[in-house]
């Protein structure tokens, strides 16, 4: 199994900052990516920023020169550094995770895919 734990929302005025944190725990093998969706009330959960294993980003349009998503490898750990918010990233902010598990014996490590609880990000007068 693996557990991860985001932290770092709130309650920001526009055009302030905000910076979320993930970190991942388990029997993890392996990450190959981690990432950071959002969603909104009423819209579906969209993909924010992804950071593979070799450091290779990309970014939502949106969110483009105001978002910076870096990782801590040795932690497991991701981040969101977010600035010149907008009333428009109001949301549930998640983390993400892919990689590879290890197993007991003599398996092989598996995949997986895990997600974090959400942590809430308002940005509002």
């Known amino acids: 199994q693996v557990q991860l734990v985001e932290s770092g929302g709130g309650l920001v005025q526009p055009g302030g900052s905000l910076r979320l944190s993930c970190a991942a725990s388990?029997?993890?093998?392996?990450?190959?990516?981690m990432a950071w969706y959002r969603q909104a009330p009423g819209k579906q959960r969209d993909l924010v920023a992804r950071?593979?294993?070799?450091?290779?980003?990309n970014y939502a349009d949106s969110v483009k020169g105001r978002f910076t998503i870096s990782r801590d490898s040795a932690k497991n750990t991701v981040y969101l550094q977010m600035n010149s918010l907008k009333p428009e990233d109001t949301a549930v902010y998640y983390c993400?995770?892919?990689?590879?598990?290890?197993?007991?014996?003599?398996?092989?490590?598996?995949?997986?895919?895990?997600w974090g609880q959400g942590t809430l990000v308002t940005v509002s007068l």
């Open positions: 993400n995770v892919e990689g590879l598990i290890s197993q007991t014996g003599v398996r092989p490590p598996r995949s997986f895919i895990s």
């Open positions: 388990g029997n993890i093998f392996s990450i190959s990516a």
């Open positions: 950071i593979t294993s070799g450091g290779l980003t």
